[in-house]
C-alpha cells in the first residue's frame, strides 16, 4: 500500500482522453482557419459585397441629382431603366449597344496582342544568354510603373504639334494625324493598354515555362521535332492550364479598364473610344442619372459573369477531354 502511494498513477495518454475533450480540441482545430479568415471576409464583405448590393437597389430607382442626399427617397423605377437601355431604337440604348461593341473589340485586340507579344518574349527569354536577367526586368517596367504616370506620358507623347510620336515618325505641320480624337484614339488607347498588360502575360507564362521539363524538349529534340513543332506539341500543350486562366484574367481587366481611357482622353472620350466603363461613368457623373448608371452597371456584371461562366465550363471540359 505504501509503494502504491508513493507512485501516483500516471497521466492518460494522448489517446486515451475523453472522447468529450477530444471532440472539443478537434472543433477549435477545425475552426481555427476560419476565424483566421474572418477579417478578411468581412473586409471583402464591406468593400465589395455592399456596395454591389447598393448598386442593384439603385438601379430600380429614378435617382438623380435631386435625391443624392437621400437616394433611398428617390422613386421607384422598376424595371423602366432597364428597359431603356434595352431599347436599341432609343439614342440610350443605341449608345450603350456602340460603347459595347467598341469594347468587345478593343478587349480582342488588347487581349490578343497583349497575349502574343507576352508569349512570344517569355518563349525568346528561355535560352541562357548573357543579359537575360537584366532584360527580363527591363520587359517589365510597363508593369511595374505607376498606371496614371504611364499613361499621362502617353497622352504628352501622342499630342499632335508637340507630342514625340508625332515627331519620331517626322510628321508636322497641317498634315500631322491627331491621336487621340477621331478614328485614331481607338487604335491609341489599343496600344497603351497593350503597353500597359503585355509584361503580365510575359510574366505570367515564363513562370508557367518554368515548369515545363526540360527532358521533354530533349526527347522531341531526339525525335527529329523542329522548333515549331516542339512548341506545338510540348510547349503549348503543358501551358494550356496557365493561359486558360491568364486570358480570363485579361479579358476581366480589358473590358471593365476604366483608368487608362479616364486618363488618356479625360471626362469626354471620343466616340471611336468610348469604352462602356467611360459610358457608365458619363451617364452616372456627368448627366446625373445614377440610377441609370446602375443599371448599366448591372448588366455588366451580369454579362461578365456569363462569359466567365461559360468560358470556365468550356475550359474544364477541355480539360477533362484532353487528360
Known amino acids: 500500500m505504501t509503494a502504491l502511494a508513493d507512485h501516483p498513477p500516471a497521466a492518460p495518454a494522448a489517446g486515451d482522453r475523453p472522447p468529450r475533450r477530444r471532440a472539443r480540441a478537434r472543433g477549435r482545430r477545425i475552426a481555427l482557419p476560419y476565424l483566421l479568415l474572418l477579417p478578411a471576409l468581412a473586409l471583402e464583405l464591406l468593400v465589395h459585397i455592399v456596395p454591389m448590393l447598393v448598386?442593384?437597389?439603385?438601379?430600380?430607382?429614378?435617382?438623380?441629382?435631386?435625391?443624392?442626399?437621400?437616394?433611398?427617397?428617390?422613386?421607384?423605377?422598376?424595371?423602366?431603366?432597364?428597359?431603356?437601355?434595352?431599347?436599341?431604337?432609343?439614342?440610350?440604348?443605341?449608345?450603350?449597344?456602340?460603347?459595347?461593341?467598341?469594347?468587345?473589340?478593343?478587349?480582342f485586340a488588347s487581349v490578343g496582342a497583349a497575349w502574343l507579344l507576352g508569349t512570344s518574349a517569355a518563349v525568346l527569354m528561355q535560352p541562357v544568354f548573357r543579359g537575360r536577367g537584366a532584360l527580363?526586368?527591363?520587359?517589365?517596367?510597363?508593369?511595374?510603373?505607376?498606371?496614371?504616370?504611364?499613361?499621362?506620358?502617353?497622352?504628352?507623347?501622342?499630342?499632335?504639334?508637340?507630342?514625340?510620336?508625332?515627331?519620331?515618325?517626322?510628321?508636322?505641320?497641317?498634315?500631322?494625324?491627331?491621336?487621340?480624337?477621331?478614328?485614331?484614339?481607338?487604335?491609341?488607347l489599343v496600344v497603351v493598354s497593350v503597353w500597359r498588360t503585355w509584361p503580365f502575360a510575359f510574366l505570367i507564362v515564363m513562370a508557367g515555362l518554368q515548369n515545363i521539363p526540360r527532358d521533354l524538349y530533349e526527347a522531341a529534340a531526339l525525335d527529329g521535332a523542329g522548333w515549331w513543332r516542339r512548341f506545338r506539341t510540348v510547349t503549348q500543350p503543358l501551358l494550356r492550364p496557365v493561359n486558360q486562366v491568364l486570358l480570363l484574367v485579361l479579358f476581366l481587366w480589358t473590358f471593365n479598364d476604366f483608368n487608362t481611357p479616364y486618363v488618356l482622353f479625360g471626362e469626354s472620350a471620343?466616340?471611336?473610344?468610348?469604352?462602356?466603363?467611360?459610358?457608365?461613368?458619363?451617364?452616372?457623373?456627368?448627366?446625373?442619372?445614377?440610377?441609370?448608371?446602375?443599371?448599366?452597371?448591372?448588366?455588366?456584371?451580369?454579362?461578365?459573369?456569363?462569359?466567365?461562366?461559360?468560358?470556365?465550363?468550356?475550359?474544364?471540359?477541355?480539360?477533362?477531354?484532353?487528360?
Open 55 to 107: 448598386g442593384i437597389l439603385m438601379s430600380f430607382r429614378k435617382l438623380t441629382q435631386f435625391y443624392i442626399r437621400d437616394w433611398s427617397a428617390a422613386p421607384h423605377a422598376g424595371f423602366g431603366n432597364y428597359r431603356v437601355m434595352l431599347d436599341f431604337d432609343s439614342a440610350v440604348g443605341r449608345e450603350l449597344l456602340h460603347s459595347f461593341w467598341v469594347t468587345a473589340g478593343f478587349t
Open 136 to 188: 527580363r526586368a527591363f520587359f517589365l517596367v510597363p508593369y511595374a510603373l505607376p498606371m496614371y504616370a504611364a499613361v499621362i506620358t502617353w497622352a504628352f507623347m501622342l499630342q499632335r504639334d508637340t507630342g514625340m510620336v508625332n515627331g519620331l515618325l517626322g510628321l508636322d505641320g497641317p498634315d500631322a494625324p491627331f491621336w487621340l480624337i477621331g478614328g485614331n484614339s481607338f487604335w491609341s
Open 270 to 323: 471620343p466616340r471611336e473610344a468610348s469604352l462602356i466603363s467611360v459610358h457608365i461613368y458619363q451617364s452616372s457623373f456627368v448627366t446625373w442619372n445614377f440610377g441609370l448608371g446602375s443599371a448599366m452597371s448591372v448588366l455588366l456584371l451580369l454579362f461578365l459573369l456569363l462569359v466567365t461562366a461559360g468560358y470556365l465550363a468550356v475550359t474544364s471540359r477541355r480539360g477533362r477531354v484532353h487528360a
